[in-house]
């Protein structure tokens, strides 16, 4: 199927799963994840009418951005190494991966803009990801006061990659239950207004919890 093909599928899902959930589905963001395709398909993206694109890593990011520039929105949606932030930092327009004073000293350091970024959380406790723990996310972001040039506009999470309904929910919820506690506080720096949750396996119970980013990638662009 081409992307057009699939985004028209994916668009009728969000739909469905806002009509279940009494939500606007403009007020879900389509990011495509990229990281398994090339700068061609990825160009099929945007022509498709998806602006967002996702790389989770830097490199892959910065192949992709120098034949495709400022024509998408360019999400950094993996794990990022402190010493990679100043090869991306003007490039990319959300990180969703903040999750450690280092990461932010480094971002704080190299940007010359404000960065809107996505405290990463990691709500199911899994050893094998990455984030802060829900106990530990806003003492941190308390933290991040003085540093101008971080925004933290929500929280990001993994759930884990599984078919049980009752523990995604669990997962998505507990995310959504930390951003309001975020929001309450009324920090100038964290408006925390977002929640990126949701990836091709679970987006539609993601955004039935309240979900404002979806990251999709092989439901989307599929693979090379």
Known sequence: MT???NLAAVRQRIEAACARAGRNPADVRIVAVTKYIDAERALHVLDAGIADLGENRAGQLLEKYER???RAVWHFIGTL???KVKEIIDKVDYIHSLDRLSLAKEIEKRAVRPVKCFVQVNVSGEATKHGLSPDETVPFIEQLRSFSHIEVVGLMTMAPHIEDEAVLRTCFR???ALKE???ALRLAHAPCTELSMGMSND???AIEEGATFVRIGSALVGSL
Do not use: A, H, P, T
């Open 68 to 70: 495709i520039g400022d």
């Open 3 to 5: 992307v057009r093909d």
């Open 81 to 83: 190494q402190s010493r």
């Open 203 to 205: 987006y539609e119970i």
């Open 174 to 176: 507990q995310l959504r």
């Open 181 to 183: 506690r975020v929001q």
